[in-house]
């Protein structure tokens, strides 16, 4: 057999032989997000974004969509997460998250806390240092108050994403950044702005590359990033694992081939990325349910608003190299008290 790897398609099941030694069965997983608002970060409908990816043959997959829709009994033609966040099918949803229930040791959760995400890729781009995105992150909101801290994420969004209207935005954002740092430059956190109010010659160039040319791999994009880290996930104790995921705009050719190529870099065994919709295979939909899911239940614990009841029964299914960087909230949904308070730095590619 010979697997074909690079833009969207894969031929080969992945077994056979190759040079004498058997080869491991690909793993089949199927992926799905929720939570997108391309690169407005700060400013979107939500403040977490979640890949969700489910391990589940396809007649398990159809047999549980099946008893979803029997169980809730709604006629719509197309079932999503919210359908199972209603209060009234509480019993269903928590059916769906239990030991022992039909996706349990058979999922994972990759999350992105949309806001910190802003700051470890500012403070990586102009530092050089994504360590210092996360004392930034952890005492700007007491250093700055609400309002500057809004500010300055603000500015550091617009800084970075790849359309934006106005004032220049490295000017923008400079100005931010040094007017906070001197107004608390008694502070570490004001120090740190002060620092990256000093990169300008760094935001300016940057800017200028996005003037000149659309970048392949958006700096303020989490999907692509999610993607890789989902891959590792599968494929960690050693088999080569594809991916099936819902179609995306962003996930054309190139990316798709940009996303085996980093997996390849990092030793990740990601035997290739097929793109299919959604309501074509049951697998992706139970990937959709649990990341809409995913992403509300761990939107109420950053708000502080969270139930314990639904947070326990998803905390299994979370990643520790999520992208997150409050750490209270981490506490209460990350993977393990061990883990309170810490994930893996973004790692964009960029």
């Not at 079932?79 to 099918?89: F, M, Q, S, V």
């Not at 349990?104 to 890729?121: M, P, Q, Y």
């Not at 300008?200 to 303020?220: C, D, M, T």
Request: aromatic share 6%.
């Amino acid at each position: 057999m010979r697997l074909k790897i690079g833009g969207s398609g894969v031929t080969g099941n992945g077994t056979g032989r190759a040079g004498g030694v058997a080869r491991r069965p690909v793993l089949e997983v199927a992926c799905d997000e929720s939570g997108s608002d391309g690169e407005n970060l700060t400013g979107g409908n939500t403040d977490v974004f979640a890949h969700a990816s489910v391990a589940l043959p396809v007649d398990r997959a159809e047999e549980c969509v099946r008893e979803i829709r029997h169980r809730i009994r709604s006629p719509a033609q197309e079932y999503k997460a919210g359908h199972l966040l209603r209060e009234k099918h509480r019993a269903v949803l928590e059916w769906l998250l239990e030991d022992g229930g039909p996706v349990h040791g058979r999922a994972h959760v990759h999350l992105t806390e949309k806001s910190f995400f802003v700051v470890d890729r500012v403070a990586d781009l102009l530092l050089g240092d994504a360590a210092e995105a996360r004392a930034l992150f952890g005492h700007g909101p007491g250093t700055f108050g609400a309002a500057g801290w809004r500010e300055f994420l603000e500015a550091a969004n617009r800084l970075l994403r790849y359309r934006s209207t106005g004032e220049p935005p490295a000017h923008t954002f400079l100005r931010t950044a040094a007017e906070l740092g001197r107004a608390h430059a008694d502070t570490d956190a004001g120090r740190t702005l002060l620092r990256l109010a000093a990169a300008g010659a760094a935001a300016r160039a940057y800017r200028a590359r996005l003037a000149a040319e659309q970048p392949l791999i958006p700096v303020l994009n989490p999907l692509l990033p999610s993607i890789v880290r989902t891959a590792g996930h599968w494929s960690a104790g050693g088999r080569p694992v594809r991916l099936v995921h819902d179609r995306q705009n962003m996930l054309t050719p190139r990316r798709v081939a940009w996303i085996e190529e980093r997996a390849r870099e990092e030793g990740i065994g990601l035997a290739g990325v097929r793109l299919v919709h959604s309501r074509l295979d049951a697998r992706v939909q139970i990937a959709d349910f649990l990341a809409g899911i995913a992403r509300r239940i761990a939107s109420d614990e950053l708000g502080g608003h969270g139930d314990p009841g639904l947070t326990a029964r998803l905390r299994p299914f979370v990643g520790e190299r999520s992208v997150w960087g409050d750490a209270g909230s981490w506490s209460r949904i990350g993977p393990g008290a061990e883990n309170a308070g810490r994930s893996a730095p973004a790692n964009s590619g960029v």
